[in-house]
C-alpha cells in the first residue's frame, strides 16, 4: 500500500551512508538505557536520561552529528505524554481527539526531525511490553494507529518522504 511504500523509502535513505532503518534500530535498542529500578517508568525524564547515557555509546561508534540527531530525536520523543485517560475507553479516546493529541506529542508540533522513525519506534516498543501475550485484537488496534499517525503525517508532508533536518535544511 502507499503508506508502506513511502515508509519504506524513508527507511532506505541514508545519513552519511547509514540508513535510517540502521539508525533507527541503533536507537531501538539504546532507548530505555534511562530507566531507573524495574518498573514502568513513562516519564520524559527517562528519555533525558537515555539520550546522556547512549552519547558515550554513539561516540564510539563513530556516528557523524546527523545520524546521532536521528537516534536522540527517537529517544528523546519515544515517550509522549500519557493521552489517554485511566480506565477511559478506546471508542471513547478516538472520539475525543485523543489520536490528536498523541500525534502531536510525538511529532513535538513539528519539532521532531524524525516523527516517522518516532512513530514506528512508539508502535514497536509498546507492542514490545507484552510480546507474544499481546491480544489479537490489541495488536491489530496498534497497527490501525500506527496506520493513521503515519497516514497523518504523509499527508500534511507531500512534498517530503519525511520533513527532517537534514532533507529540510536543503
Not at 84 to 112: H, Q, S
Amino acid at each position: 500500500d502507499a503508506v508502506r511504500l513511502r515508509v519504506q523509502a524513508v527507511l532506505e535513505e541514508e545519513i552519511d551512508h547509514v540508513s535510517r532503518r540502521d539508525l533507527l534500530l541503533l536507537a531501538t535498542a539504546l532507548h530505555d538505557l534511562g530507566k531507573t529500578g524495574g518498573g514502568m517508568d513513562e516519564s520524559a525524564t527517562h528519555a533525558r536520561r537515555g539520550i546522556d547515557a547512549a552519547r558515550p555509546v554513539l561516540a564510539r561508534f563513530g556516528l557523524s552529528d546527523a545520524q546521532k540527531t536521528l537516534v536522540f530525536d527517537v529517544i528523546a520523543n519515544h515517550v509522549p505524554a500519557k493521552q489517554r485517560r485511566p480506565g477511559e475507553r478506546w471508542e471513547d479516546f478516538v472520539k475525543r481527539g485523543g489520536l490528536d493529541g498523541l500525534y502531536e506529542a510525538i511529532t513535538r508540533a513539528g519539532e521532531n526531525g524524525y516523527p516517522i522513525e518516532t512513530i514506528l519506534h512508539y508502535h514497536a516498543d509498546i507492542l514490545g511490553r507484552r510480546g507474544d501475550e499481546t491480544p489479537p485484537a490489541e495488536v491489530e488496534r496498534r497497527k490501525q494507529v500506527t496506520t493513521v499517525l503515519l497516514e497523518r503525517y504523509l499527508r500534511e508532508h507531500p512534498e517530503l518522504p519525511v520533513a527532517s533536518r537534514e532533507h529540510a535544511a536543503s
